[in-house]
């Protein structure tokens, strides 16, 4: 969900905060069956958070929580139906791990490799209020622990307002303590996104590629020989369509449908039906910034300086690399008169190094050119008229 947006590098501690929530729903097969089974649904909530640490490394957690992983019983086939429902409910397996940028371009290439570790969040199966043990469909936990290598692989062509994002993922599960073995898996995704600059540059389009496939499972019965579960094992494409919005150039909010495309399943009795996913992706720039009073404000130096842009995603651009500048209390850029007004301490730091933070972010200043490197990669509606020196 979301591309490339929450899979990137940050910066030494920046922290990037990805929230989600998910409500799947399974249909069965053959509805003339004379299984019991009659479909299955899930809602789970979570969140990923990434921290930079290094330049080249940045840490990342996920954590969940299914508000049910059900499914759902016929009592008899004769009329009137009625349907029993088996209910999971509780904390997902923890993922903790690092992944660290392995190659970079100028031109908008990135390559990178993670690691991380699966925990699980119990150590026994659920087991409900009547004694009842939930089957192993049900558990929100696989009660052991593993390995999450991955790959990530992204390119950006700023001309087409167009990224390329794929993701490779391994999900290795070890035997657990209830001497079961989840099925290990390969997830691969190909996300293409795209922005249209003409109707909103701060809205985006995504069309993700999924395949899914998962090996059988395997039970180790005590004194008994291992044996695999003929009926466990699957593989699933799905075509995912995601719309997001940005917001004050800091929060990305996202709603995903999922649609399977193909389906084969080791004699299951289910099939996916949809999947939608709701999303929000924020920065929290980790470095506080001293909070000024009105009486420092006054007492700050006051310059107005031209800065070259073309839209309102330019002004939040502008007037947030002020902000983050050190010294800076405040700052206000006119997209109609391309004025930017900046108070600071001088103290600390000097109009240069505004117009240089600036500069080196996509904007031209009066005697400051940004390279063409980087005024080509801003967004399409960021692209302004530059003014070339006689």
């Known amino acids: 969900m979301g591309g490339a947006n ?3 590098i940050l910066n030494p501690g920046n922290v990037r905060v990805f929230a989600f929530g998910t409500h799947s729903r399974s249909i069965k097969q053959d509805v003339d069956s004379k299984y019991l089974i009659d479909g299955a649904n899930f809602n789970f909530v979570g969140t990923n958070i990434n921290i930079g640490i290094t330049k080249r490394i940045t840490f990342e957690g996920t954590i969940g929580y299914f ?10 086939f004769v009329e009137p139906f009625s349907t029993v429902e088996m209910r999971g409910f509780g904390l997902s397996d923890a993922i903790i791990g690092l992944k660290g940028l392995l190659y970079k ?30 089957s192993v469909d049900n558990q929100t936990s696989t009660i052991g622990f593993g390995v999450v290598p991955k790959l990530l692989v ?49 809205t985006d389009f995504i069309v993700e590629l999924r395949s899914s496939f998962r090996l059988k499972d395997i039970n180790f019965p005590a004194n008994k020989e291992r044996f695999v579960m003929a009926t466990t094992g ?43 996913t709701a999303s929000l992706v924020f920065d929290i720039n980790a470095k506080k910034k001293k909070v000024y009073t009105n009486e420092e404000v006054k007492a700050h130096k006051t310059e107005v300086i ?3 842009g073309g839209c309102e995603m330019c002004k939040e651009r502008i007037e947030n690399i002020s902000l983050n500048e050190k010294g800076v209390s405040f700052a206000n850029w006119n997209s109609e008169t391309l004025l930017l007004t900046v108070k600071f301490d001088n103290n600390i730091t000097s109009i240069g190094d505004i117009i240089n933070s600036i500069v080196k972010s996509g904007h031209d200043s009066e005697n400051q050119k940004t390279s063409n490197k980087t005024y080509n990669s801003l967004p399409k509606c960021c692209q302004y008229e530059r003014i070339l020196n006689e």
């Open 234 to 276: 699957s593989f699933i494409g799905t075509i995912s369509t995601q719309i997001g919005q940005t917001f004050m150039d800091k929060y990305r909010l996202a709603v995903a449908v999922d649609l399977p495309v193909y389906q084969k399943f080791n004699t299951s009795k289910l099939k996916n039906q949809f999947g939608v």
């Open 306 to 308: 031209f800065v070259n």
């Open 67 to 76: 508000i049910n992983k059900s499914q759902f019983y016929k009592t008899s």
């Open 6 to 8: 929450n899979q990137s």
């Open 105 to 134: 371009t100028d031109g908008g290439f990135e390559l990178t490799a993670g690691l991380g570790a699966k925990i699980p969040s119990r150590y026994h199966y659920q087991v409900l209020e009547d004694g009842v043990q939930l």
């Open 154 to 202: 992204f390119k950006r062509f700023s001309k087409q307002n167009l990224s390329l994002f794929f993701i490779n993922l391994y999900d290795i599960n070890f035997k657990n303590f209830e001497q079961y073995r989840y099925g290990s898996g390969i997830n691969s995704s190909l996300f293409i996104g795209k922005t249209f600059p003409k109707f909103s540059c701060k």
